[in-house]
């Protein structure tokens, strides 16, 4: 449970904030427990909504939007493509249906070898340079801009020697 294992963070993360306002530590306590598994299950969601005392559909709606929490395990790169309507108009569709194919996995999906998620986002603020992607670790992120499919698999032929 989260409140056992870090009481103390848990406490300094809600003393920043006016006791009535507890639910504006929603961002960092989703960090917080997002830390150690790398994703938010169902019962770390509720733990995070009773926490600040706010629904799981609130908590669950805040993970959905932001591409920087995650719903489920992944690998150790995940990259995220904007396919949001600026970067679809710039082929951003084509090219991720492209690279699962090289992949062989689906959008959502990871590489049987755990090395690589690719999913689907919304807008990454770098729509002329589309196609582009994210790629997040458990330590970093970092973006790729004017991508090729060719491009993002030497990237990804380079993390696996
Ligand atoms: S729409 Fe893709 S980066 Fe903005």
Redesign the pocket.
Known sequence: MLSEKYPEEIQNLLKKYPSDQKRAAVMALLYLAQRETGYLTKPLMQEVADIIDISITDVASIVGFYSLYHEKTGGKYRIQV?T????ALRG?EEFLEKLCENLGIRVGETTPDGLVTVERVM?????DK?P?FQVQTKDSIEYHENQSVEKAMDLINKWRR
């Open positions: 904007c949001d309507l600026p970067c951003a807008c990454l603020a770098g729509c589309a582009l």
